[in-house]
């Protein structure tokens, strides 16, 4: 592949039909459901927001345990808790997520500093960081 050149890392299909916002999600050989909280869906699934924070948390661990895996890092466990919340009103709201970290295993404060460094590294961390350009055609 020529450098620079587009990888596909993903793909998801997203269909809604007749029940009220649940979503059937297929992306490589897994099924998901999305869904709004009740009164406003049924619950059916993750909200979208919930989904978005599942990607984040699921690639920070990931990222840690192969980061500490290759530098044979004693890290037993690593828990990610994250949330969503908007600050400000109108058009001067503005998306926050907190993430914090917990790291089990006997590392020493300067590997769990720099396990925090490698978490603002993470590819979905980058791409949320970054901005994605969004294209959108109707087919």
């Known amino acids: 592949m020529a450098e620079g050149a587009a990888k596909l890392v993903a793909t998801a299909d997203v269909e809604i039909a007749e029940s009220r916002y649940a979503c059937s999600i297929i992306t490589g050989d897994h099924t998901l ?10 619950d059916a699934g993750p909200s979208p927001f919930g989904l978005l924070l599942s990607s984040l948390g699921s690639c920070t661990a990931i990222t840690l345990r192969m980061y500490a895996d290759r530098k044979s890092w004693p ?4 828990h ?6 908007w600050e400000g009103e109108g058009a001067a709201r503005t998306p926050h997520i907190d993430r914090s970290l917990k790291l089990d295993g006997s590392l020493d404060a300067e590997q769990r500093a720099r396990c925090a460094e490698i978490a603002e590294k993470t590819p979905v961390t980058r791409a949320l960081k970054g901005g994605i350009e969004i294209k959108t055609t109707l087919v």
Do not use: M, S, Y
């Not at 890290?75 to 690593?78: H, S």
């Not at 990610?80 to 919340?85: G, N, T």
């Open 75 to 78: 890290l037993q466990r690593v």
């Open 80 to 85: 990610v808790r994250l949330a969503f919340r």
């Open 33 to 42: 459901t999305a869904d709004e909280p009740a009164p406003e869906g049924t």
